[in-house]
């Protein structure tokens, strides 16, 4: 098992910036791919960024020269999300996976508005 511990989110402004951080505890493989996905109401999730153990990183569009997301050792993610948008707007996920293993966090809301 797997625990995921979001936290970071909140209320900004647009042009904001905000960092989320995640924390795994558990039992945790050494290769793995930790990310970030988020759902805005009446949406379906949609994959943020990810990152594997080895470094590799892969981006939505959509955030492509705004987010980043970075990790430290195989249990902590972060994501540092800067010119924040309205359309930004979601309930944001961590995620750990390793073949056949994939958890979830609950969540963390982040608020992109004037």
């Known amino acids: 098992q797997v625990q995921l511990v979001e936290s970071g989110g909140g209320l900004v402004q647009p042009g904001g910036s905000l960092r989320l951080s995640c924390a795994a505890s558990?039992?945790?493989?050494?290769?793995?791919?930790m990310g970030w996905y988020r759902q805005a109401p009446g949406k379906e999730r949609e994959l943020v960024a990810q990152?594997?153990?080895?470094?590799?990183t892969n981006y939505a569009d959509s955030v492509k020269g705004r987010f980043t997301i970075s990790r430290e050792g195989t249990r902590t993610v972060y994501l540092q999300m800067n010119s924040l948008k309205p359309e930004d707007t979601a309930v944001y996920y961590c995620n750990w996976s390793s073949y056949p293993y994939e958890y979830w966090g609950q969540g963390t809301q982040v608020t992109v508005s004037s």
């Open positions: 558990g039992s945790i493989f050494r290769f793995n791919t």
């Open positions: 990152i594997t153990s080895g470094g590799s």
